[in-house]
């Protein structure tokens, strides 16, 4: 049993960032579960967490905007110390203005989503762009640990909305989300539990996780999956129940399981220009 969870734990934790990206025709998926209105989250926000402590210095200074980069400290469930959340806080004139929090692919150095900051900031939007934890792509020896992770990820983007309604300079009732790839599933969920986000866009997102990892043609979620068949003699649809019976992130929230609620893939490219993303 253990070692099975460990093969269906390396599948999870190696491809979870690239299933926001896996193709699948729309016609060949039928979910039985009616698809979840986002809209449709808790409407009753949770004690604010202990003493918001940050740190902030200017990196730079555009006519339309000023770039800084923000520390928030933050804690562990034992009360220690934990990883501070490093943001890129692009503060534009307009106060109090609207802001939008904007959650990154899995890998990378930001390129992509400064260029996007840099426009929204451009046209008199703030823009707080939350970096990765440290434990972005965890190698995890149990199942629960998924959920762990993600839960922790939600705690953090509920921590970076604790710091922008600290700021005078930002309107707290006009924040929006916008998430990319694994940040997009990161934005799903955050906004099924937050009643503070008011708009949200999510970017090459899929859904739901368990049939993108059982059926994808993605190369390396393939060669990953026929690994686990193999190993455990198993077809698809006992994969597919094992993960539906293992992986329930949401639950603990009182949120929608991801696999009712990610259902958008949202191309940004449409939206915004790319010819001025450097090389």
Same mark, same amino acid.
């Given at each position: ?136 792509? %965890? ?6 640990? !998924?959920?762990? +992770?993600?839960?922790?990820?939600? @705690?953090?983007? $509920? #921590? ?97 399981? %991801? ?6 893939? !949202?191309?940004? +490219?449409?939206?915004?220009?790319? @010819?001025?993303? $450097? #090389?």
């Amino acid at each position: 049993m253990m070692k099975q969870k460990r093969s269906l734990t390396g599948l999870l934790a190696g491809l979870l960032g690239l299933c926001g990206c896996a193709h699948l025709h729309p016609a060949r998926h039928t979910s039985s579960s009616p698809p979840f209105a986002v809209s449709d989250r808790k409407q009753e926000a949770e004690p604010k967490s202990a003493a918001l402590n940050s740190r902030e210095r200017e990196v730079n200074v555009h006519r339309n905007y000023k770039l800084k980069r923000i520390e928030i400290d933050t804690q562990t469930k034992e009360g220690n110390p934990g990883e501070a959340i490093i943001l890129d806080y692009y503060q534009c004139n307009k106060e109090p203005g609207p802001v939008i929090l904007l959650l990154p692919v899995s890998g990378g150095n930001y390129e992509i989503e400064n260029h996007f900051a840099r426009y929204i900031a451009k046209h008199g939007i703030a823009v707080v762009l939350a970096h990765r934890a440290t434990n972005a792509e %965890p190698e995890l020896s149990e199942l629960g640990a !998924i959920n762990t +992770w993600l839960e922790q990820s939600v @705690s953090r983007g $509920k #921590r970076v909305l604790d710091w922008i309604e600290s700021r005078p300079e930002l309107d707290p009732h006009r924040v929006g989300v916008f998430g990319i790839s694994m940040g997009a599933i990161q934005a799903v969920l955050l906004t099924a539990v937050d009643p503070r986000i008011r708009a949200e866009v999510f970017g090459l997102v899929g859904g739901d996780l368990p049939y993108i990892l059982c059926h994808s043609a993605e190369p390396g979620i393939a060669k990953r999956r026929k690994q686990v068949l193999r190993e455990h003699s198993w077809r698809r649809s006992i994969m597919s129940c094992r993960l539906r019976k293992d992986w329930n992130c949401a639950g603990k929230w009182d949120a929608p399981k %991801p696999s009712s609620c990610l259902r958008a893939i !949202i191309p940004p +490219w449409s939206a915004f220009p790319t @010819s001025s993303i $450097k #090389r």
